[in-house]
């Protein structure tokens, strides 16, 4: 039977334990990502909304809401990402419209400022800016809500199923330590 001595030991918990620490940050770091690309993104949105009522059956609101985000890949861009959304919206006896802006964070911590039209189910998304490697992102996306919302008293979940694609400019990307290429 092999028997080691307690400095061998030291030794190896201390290789172990720093081991894990080099692996375990890995681990919990954005997926590299392509510097373009097209994409399908699984998302669960929580909000509330504060109304007015403008008279005429028309009204107005305020919304927030935060999203849950997965790439349906399973990984890659923005896989595990978090947004927080507001917008304004106006209501007739016309379909809702709602404009507003998101803000989407990935696991990095780097971000994607999003500016959204919504017009009952379907909507649509442009990129304005990204901090790290989304430096000078440009994109655009469609969306759906799979659902109809659910309301109860001002609040309001639903799931949507965005796809779109993006380009990171070649100067940004290739500085970037996150690339995939």
Same mark, same amino acid.
């Given at each position: 039977?092999?028997?080691?001595?307690?400095?061998?030991?030291?030794?190896?918990?201390?290789?172990?334990?720093?081991? $894990?620490?080099?692996?375990?940050? @890995?681990?919990? !770091?954005?997926?590299?990502?392509? &510097?373009? +690309?097209? #994409?399908?993104? *699984?998302?669960?949105?929580?909000?509330?909304?504060?109304?007015?009522?403008?008279?005429?059956?028309?009204?107005?609101?305020?919304?927030?809401?935060?999203?849950?985000?997965?790439? $349906?890949?399973?990984?890659?861009? @923005?896989?595990? !990402?978090?947004?927080?959304?507001? &917008?304004? +919206?106006? #209501?007739?006896? *016309?379909?809702?419209?709602?404009?507003?802006?998101?803000?989407?964070?990935?696991?990095?911590?780097?971000?994607?400022?999003?500016?959204?039209?919504?017009?009952?189910?379907?909507?649509?998304?442009?990129?304005?800016?990204?901090?790290?490697?989304?430096?000078?992102?440009?994109?655009?996306?469609?969306?759906?809500?799979?659902?109809?919302?659910?309301?109860?008293?001002?609040?309001?979940?639903?799931?949507?199923?965005?796809?779109?694609?993006?380009?990171?400019?070649?100067?940004?990307?290739?500085?970037?330590?996150?690339?995939?290429?």
């Amino acid at each position: 039977m092999l028997t080691l001595d307690y400095s061998v030991k030291r030794r190896m918990a201390a290789l172990a334990a720093g081991f $894990a620490m080099a692996v375990l940050p @890995l681990s919990l !770091a954005a997926e590299p990502i392509k &510097s373009h +690309g097209l #994409f399908k993104l *699984e998302m669960d949105m929580l909000g509330s909304y504060d109304g007015m009522d403008l008279g005429d059956d028309r009204a107005g609101a305020i919304y927030q809401y935060t999203l849950d985000i997965k790439n $349906a890949d399973g990984a890659g861009f @923005l896989h595990n !990402a978090t947004a927080k959304c507001f &917008s304004i +919206g106006y #209501f007739t006896d *016309e379909p809702e419209h709602q404009t507003g802006f998101c803000t989407v964070t990935d696991v990095d911590g780097d971000r994607i400022l999003q500016r959204y039209h919504r017009s009952t189910v379907l909507g649509h998304i442009t990129y304005v800016s990204g901090t790290g490697k989304y430096d000078g992102i440009e994109g655009e996306a469609e969306y759906v809500v799979n659902a109809e919302d659910v309301w109860e008293g001002n609040q309001v979940a639903s799931s949507l199923t965005m796809m779109g694609s993006y380009v990171i400019p070649k100067r940004v990307f290739e500085a970037s330590a996150h690339n995939g290429q």
